[in-house]
């Protein structure tokens, strides 16, 4: 019972960063149609930025997050704006493989500064090294630092968009662009601002894993884990990407402590087809049929 309490622990916070990447890919898709593949490379500056911020400059830890969400989305919104909106036109596929191509140059970047490199670098939180007691279980305490985090972040973002004019003005882009920008809704503005909302996203899920995964310049390729869990729960759906990315870090946990060797690298991509054969929307995902 102890082992299982202290995996599934685990594969929540694992999997609430999954969720938080996977977010990202949803945002991003609802506001523009298009697939980002650069999401885990943006989730990687993240971790790096917040240790630099808090390595370097010297800064706490409770100010190196917020920072690193500024910087991170400041970035998201100048690769929308420099190379994304000059795409604009260009068929869907082209668009993704200029995402793939933006990750590519962010990790090569990444380790050509000083002090990132390709050398794999520790985040000590101030949960660092603390365990919590949950009955006869001990866990991390940045294992329940993730989950609190994602907690807060998800309402706050729920908040954001229910109760803000600027929140509801992306809503409006996300469901019809046209009927946005006739209502005076400033599209390539709310483009922006998507790409920066999930890049500051990212940028703090890349913070959470660092105590699990550490810091380090192929941290990104965990990031693409995300994007089974965005088409898990119904690619076009946030609940649907949350619980996408709780399903996989779950299953992972579980499949690792149960299953031979090698089936915890898999798994995700198994649930995923198991579950798209049954239901291909996804959980969350709506069927839309058109009538001819």
Known sequence: MSAFVQALVSGIAIGCVYGLVALGFVLIYKATEVVSFAQGELMMVGGFLTLTFMSYVGLSYWIAVPLSFVAAAALGALINHTVLRRMIGQPA????????????????VATMIPGWGTDTHGLET??????????TAVVSADSIAV?????VLVAALFAFFRYTRVGVALQAVSQNQIAAGYLGIPINGMFSLIWALAAGVAAVAGTLLAPIAFVHSNVGFIGLKAFPAAVLGGFGSIPGALVGGLVIGIVEEFSGLYLPEGFKSVSAYVVLLVVLMVRPQGLFGVSLRDRV
């Open 93 to 108: 596929f082209t668009i993704v493989l200029a995402t793939f191509a933006v990750g590519i140059l962010m990790r090569a």
């Open 147 to 151: 989950i609190v985090f994602t907690v």
């Open 126 to 135: 101030p949960f660092y090294g603390k365990l919590v007691n949950l009955g």
